[in-house]
């Protein structure tokens, strides 16, 4: 098992450039998610997509857009890029429980800068 | 609203020595707590939860977090630090009906481990 993939690792992009951001997981989870980690702030909630064909935002939406293409792959879009996007990607998924927490999976992160 | 503070940004113990790692955070009720690790280029990943039960939790890798309701705490230790534990740490803090959307994270301690 994969786990959770996420492409690309790397990637610099301009002010105003458009890019998507792939993730796909081989758990059968129905939960996945989008986090931006930035130094001395955590991981923020992006979106996330509680079951296959539904999408929520999170704590910061703005800027991006989802797609729960499938069960396994959710994509993060940037449609203009701003230098304050600049940060860490990642993708997380899950299994949901009603009053509980099954282990969350992350992946390995892509670094996107915007110049 | 719940919140997690994690006052210490950087730790530097030495391997085969003790580490307490510590987390405050502000929630109405008892909620589920969570210690991650991140190593360095790699996601997340859980180290161990707590909701109820016996308030010593035990996690992987050798840590274990205690759960103090009247400090407003929930501090990881370890009692011997191997170098491989350098990494960033975070707690996080959930409501009890689940759902990681809801999951707010800390901001992260950085350990750093000398030979």
């Known amino acids: 098992n994969a786990g959770v993939t996420q492409t690309p690792k790397f990637q610099v992009l301009k002010t105003g450039q458009s890019m998507t951001l792939q993730c796909a997981q081989d758990?059968?989870?129905?939960?996945m998610y989008w986090y931006r980690q930035d130094p001395g702030m955590g991981l923020r909630l992006i979106y996330y997509?509680?079951?296959?064909?539904?999408?929520d935002k999170g704590e910061v939406p703005n800027g991006y857009n989802v797609s729960r293409l499938n069960k396994r792959e959710f994509s993060l879009r940037l449609e203009s890029a701003a230098p304050s996007q600049t940060s860490v990607y990642f993708c997380?998924?899950?299994?949901?429980?009603?009053?509980?927490?099954?282990?969350?999976?992350f992946g390995p992160g892509t670094r996107l800068t915007v110049l | 609203a719940q919140s997690v503070t994690q006052p210490d940004i950087h730790i530097t113990v030495s391997e085969g020595a003790s580490l307490e790692l510590r987390c405050n955070y502000s929630?109405?009720?008892?909620?589920?707590l969570f210690w991650y690790v991140q190593s360095p280029g790699q996601g997340l990943q859980l180290l161990l939860k707590?909701?109820?039960?016996?308030?010593l939790v035990q996690g992987i890798k050798g840590f274990e977090a205690e759960f103090k309701r009247s400090q407003s705490s929930f501090n990881l230790r370890k009692p011997s630090v191997h170098w491989s534990d350098a990494a960033e740490y975070f707690c996080?803090?959930?409501?009890?009906?689940?759902?990681?959307?809801?999951?707010?994270f800390g901001t992260g301690t950085k350990l750093q481990v000398i030979p």
């Open positions: 997380a998924s899950s299994e949901v429980v009603t009053g509980s927490y099954n282990e969350q999976f």
């Open positions: 758990m059968n989870h129905n939960s």
């Open positions: 997509s509680a079951s296959e064909g539904t999408t």
């Open positions: 929630y109405g009720a008892t909620p589920y």
């Open positions: 707590y909701f109820s039960g016996d308030t």
């Open positions: 996080a803090v959930g409501p009890p009906s689940g759902g990681y959307q809801k999951v707010t």
